[in-house]
T-cell receptor, first 116, second 115 residues
Framework: AQSVTQLDSHVSVSEGTPVLLRCNYS??????LFWYVQHPNKGLQLLLKYTSAATLVKGINGFEAEFKKSETSFHLTKPSAHMSDAAEYFCVVSGEGSGNTGKLIFGQGTTLQVKP | AAGVIQSPRHLIKEKRETATLKCYPIPRHDTVYWYQQGPGQDPQFLISFYEKMQSDKGSIPDRFSAQQFSDYHSELNMSSLELGDSALYFCASSVRDKTYTDTQYFGPGTRLTVL
């Protein structure tokens, strides 16, 4: 069965410093991987998506993620944090062979705090 | 650009009452997914529809039912509500591709509170 593990429940950075949110996945097949962001009392917004094309995926708002099959990781990074980046971030997996129906499986979430 | 519309945005019900949540997908999207997000938890898949047929079912209680209509909008019906049903309910829509790696676009959610 597929799963994702977000290694940090809470990450705190200072504005202008790099962001690293870690995610490991488990899948028997080549997965599709996503990062979604949820601001307080808001819906889920897609940041970026990996579907077996380029291993380095660029998303919105300066975020990017690198798919590393050997490490089963899909970490999210941003060179310089902004105050507006403070939110909950979910690493998500989809796609398990012929039985795949597209449903998303979410990680536990990482709360990103950005300090002035 | 048009987004996924959910109504109502907020709903307050008493225990044992019923609730109906509606979802209007992005135009030309043929697939709808429902997710439930409890307080402080990650979203959990409930059910999905493709071309008006149920395509997958997750951890959805038997008290809940859903369907997708001819205009592709979907409704989630919840009966005999319990306190534990209080959650944020998201609808997402997508255009199904051959590899089932379609991108899901989420609505703003319906916050259901059961008293």
């Amino acid at each position: 069965a597929q799963s994702v593990t977000q290694l940090d429940s809470h990450v705190s950075v200072s504005e202008g410093t790099p962001v690293l949110l870690r995610c490991n996945y488990s899948s028997s097949y080549s997965p599709s991987l996503f990062w979604y962001v949820q601001h307080p009392n808001k819906g889920l917004q897609l940041l970026l998506k990996y579907t077996s094309a380029a291993t380095l995926v660029k998303g919105i708002n300066g975020f990017e993620a690198e798919f590393k099959k050997s490490e089963t990781s899909f970490h999210l990074t941003k060179p310089s944090a902004h105050m507006s980046d403070a939110a909950e971030y979910f690493c998500v997996v989809s796609g398990e062979g012929s039985g795949n129906t597209g449903k998303l499986i979410f990680g536990q979430g990482t709360t990103l705090q950005v300090k002035p | 650009a048009a987004g996924v519309i959910q109504s109502p945005r907020h709903l307050i019900k008493e225990k044992r009452e019923t609730a109906t949540l509606k979802c209007y997908p992005i135009p030309r999207h043929d697939t709808v997914y429902w997710y439930q997000q409890g307080p402080g938890q990650d979203p959990q898949f409930l059910i999905s529809f493709y071309e008006k047929m149920q395509s997958d079912k997750g951890s959805i209680p038997d008290r809940f039912s859903a369907q997708q209509f001819s205009d592709y909008h979907s409704e989630l019906n919840m009966s005999s509500l319990e306190l534990g049903d209080s959650a944020l309910y998201f609808c997402a829509s997508s255009v199904r591709d051959k590899t089932y790696t379609d991108t899901q676009y989420f609505g703003p959610g319906t916050r259901l509170t059961v008293l």
